[in-house]
């Protein structure tokens, strides 16, 4: 057995054994209930700090006929398995004095694989200084996550952050360098609620340079709407380097088991890079148009669905995504007859574009979790299925999540991927994974 | 013969009563006994298994007018910082991983256990029912009470309530089929300072939840008031800046 899974063997039982000291549980029921006692929280103290450890252990079950392995070993590597140990520490801390708050989310994650040995990362995934002045009136800088648009899975309208993981949707996300406000007004009549959102986000060598190619000062806003019971957002971008941005949100319960939402985008003049089965790259220019509908249903059964169909403006057509593959696969020819990689170098300078996450135009997610089946309280069993409906690839996600104790949950995720040859899901580097991994917080 | 005739009697005049009893009325008055309308406390939540097995969870809520109320978790360290607002029939959840509120629904349940969303935002009674029926009891008066708007967890109430005090000892949820839901116990009447005498408790069971039993622990219950700012998505991350 490998070292780093030992490791995390003896962690997983470490932090089960450790439960019964941690954990709230009473022997006797209601006659421990103390109905007299005091909430230790209501005291207030001007700082708080939490955090979370988690260790988790990844198999990756390699496809070594897939064209994205070819691209990324070539035939340099044997193994069928890549096998990854990780311990992920998050620390979050505040500091409120009057109308000044400081914040903080700290991450920093060591791990282990095959490839890599043993490596960390450590990153303040937020950090920023906020000034309230007023209930109204809230101005932060710093670090900051802007999380914008109603999508569950896809958001084409999150115009100031990073994508989602369309594998972890409610992952937390690294925050850009930014200036933002926020001001809220209530009011009586149709419209109850209004907020504007203004952000200034600077682009320099050093400061979110992940984003732009110029040193320039981009800057958007959003304006929220409550009215007729539902939240709508309006969405801008506006930028000298990159493409100006518009987009509009929903969200609305038709009744109390179903809630609808979308969300649409528009990119202006944009840029796609294309590649074709030959290494030529050319740009195609237009208004990208993307579009999320989707609805979140709660059966009387305590089975939730989350449905979303997304047409996704940026991605690319089956053509356009086919040709990459055929590049991919003469790259690899060139490679096995001539030792050659000219090709498929080419295919990796674009591969940030098309290996990305739903690279493609239009896409199915659909997401069934059953919450406490079989009477197993604090137990969540959960299918997620995202379906490429242009090449007819899938990708398929069974989960397991137990809470068993406070402060404590262990999650089982096991991923295919199914697709034909020449297809986004069926051409992945992975053919499965397994993902199984135990959270403490504290 | 002159038994009936008195048990007869004594029964129109019981039905008189509560016939010229306004149950809408009194309803109001058991929401504003229960709590001012703009108001802060804390809140202990209790989930209990059949084994024992507790979890507990601590909130701090801000509630103004009939149909506004905003919390944020305090504890367990799992769910620090986790938001809930709502507006009228609007439930949104803020969760601090995923950045942004989401919409939920009456029905679902942010804690888990017995209590759903619908008990854990409680607004004013009398915004979401209509009273239909009054009777008077030993104890006091019972209200049948039927759901004005569409999107409430419970389809009809029947409450319970202890005319000297005008306080709730007991509710009854029924779904719209007439299936009993949950039984809402009230207990351990507290004063809470300026006037605001209440129960502390509230003990839930539920006969689709055999065995399981969930509590509600009031603390801190004071009249507040509150800019309807703070009752919006964008204020929903800062509402544990507003404990004083």
């Known amino acids: ?442 | 013969m002159k038994k009936i005739m008195i048990m007869v009697l004594l029964g129109l005049f019981s039905s008189m009563t509560a016939f010229a009893l306004d149950g809408n009325e009194i309803l109001k008055q058991v929401d504003r006994n229960l709590n001012p309308e703009s108001f802060e406390m804390y809140r202990k939540l209790i989930n209990i298994e059949p084994d024992g097995t507790k979890k507990e969870f601590v909130m701090f809520s801000l509630k103004k007018g009939k149909e506004k109320i905003a919390s944020v978790f305090l504890s367990p360290a799992s769910e620090k910082g986790r938001g809930t607002l709502r507006i009228g029939e609007n439930m949104w959840l803020y969760i601090p991983n995923v950045g942004k509120p989401l919409r939920i629904t009456s029905l679902q349940s942010v804690t888990g256990g017995v209590f759903n969303n619908s008990d854990i935002m409680r607004v004013d009674y009398n915004s979401e029912y209509n009273c239909e029926k009054i009777e008077t009891t030993d104890k006091g008066y019972t209200l049948y009470l039927k759901a004005r708007l569409k999107n409430v967890a419970y389809e009809t109430l029947t409450m319970f309530i202890d005319s000297q005090k005008l306080l709730p000892y007991k509710i009854e949820a029924y779904a719209a089929s007439g299936m009993l839901i949950k039984n809402l116990y009230f207990k351990e009447i507290k004063d809470f300072g300026n006037g605001i005498i209440r129960p502390s408790i509230i003990e839930t069971d539920s006969p689709l939840y055999k065995g399981y039993k969930s509590y509600i622990v009031f603390a801190n219950v004071k009249k507040r008031e509150l800019p309807s700012e703070i009752f919006s998505l964008n204020y929903m991350h800062k509402i544990d800046g507003l404990r004083q």
């Open chain 1, 1 to 442: 057995m490998r070292q780093p899974l030992v490791i995390f063997t003896i962690l997983l039982t470490t932090m089960c054994f450790n439960q019964g000291v941690f954990s709230q549980t009473t022997e006797g029921g209601l006659t421990d209930l103390d109905l007299d006692f005091k909430i230790e929280e209501v005291e207030k103290k001007p700082y708080s700090v939490n955090a979370d450890i988690e260790a988790k252990e990844t198999i990756r079950f390699l496809d070594q006929d897939a064209l994205l392995f070819k691209q990324k070993y070539l035939d340099k590597k044997q193994e069928d398995t890549i096998w990854q140990t990780d311990l992920d520490l998050t620390i979050e801390g505040q500091y409120q004095k009057d109308t000044i708050k400081l914040y903080g989310r700290f991450n920093g994650l060591f791990y282990y694989n095959d490839d890599e040995k043993w490596e960390s990362e450590e990153k303040a995934e937020e950090a920023y200084i906020s000034f309230q002045p007023s209930f109204s009136l809230a101005i932060d800088a710093g670090k900051k996550v802007h999380k914008w648009g109603k999508g569950y899975a896809f958001s084409p309208s999150a115009f100031f952050s990073r994508p989602k993981d369309l594998d972890d949707p409610d992952a937390t996300l690294e925050g850009y360098y930014s200036l933002s406000a926020d001001y809220i007004k209530s009011m009586e009549g149709v419209i109850k609620t209004i907020a504007i959102t203004p952000v200034l986000m600077p682009v320099t060598r050093e400061l979110n340079d992940e984003i732009s190619s110029e040193d320039e000062v981009i800057w958007g806003g959003k304006f929220y709407f409550f009215a007729f019971d539902t939240d709508m957002d309006f969405m801008f971008l506006i930028s000298d380097a990159m493409d100006n941005r518009f987009g509009m949100d929903f969200s609305k319960n038709l009744s109390p088991s179903l809630e609808i939402h979308g969300d649409a985008a528009w990119v202006q003049t944009y840029q796609q890079y294309i590649i074709d089965e030959y290494g030529n790259t050319s740009e195609q220019g237009s208004t990208a148009f993307s579009l999320l509908l989707g609805l979140r249903y709660l059966s009387s059964r305590d089975t939730t669905y989350i449905f979303e169909y997304y047409r996704n403006g940026q991605g690319y057509s089956a053509q356009e995504y086919e040709n990459y593959l055929a590049l991919i696969e003469n790259g690899f020819d060139q490679y096995l007859n001539t030792s050659n990689q000219s090709l498929i170098s080419k295919s990796k300078t674009y591969a940030a574009h098309y290996n990305q996450q739903a690279a493609m135009r239009n896409y199915l997610y659909l997401k069934i979790s059953q919450k406490d089946p079989f009477d197993i309280l604090y137990f969540v069993p959960a299918i997620t299925v995202v379906y490429n409906m242009q090449d007819q690839s899938a990708s398929i996600t069974p989960q397991f999540t137990y809470t068993p104790f406070t402060n404590f949950a262990i999650d089982l995720k096991t991923g295919v991927l199914l697709g034909e040859s020449k297809t986004e899901y069926g051409e992945k580097i992975n053919t499965a994974k397994v993902v199984l991994s135990i959270k403490y917080y504290f």
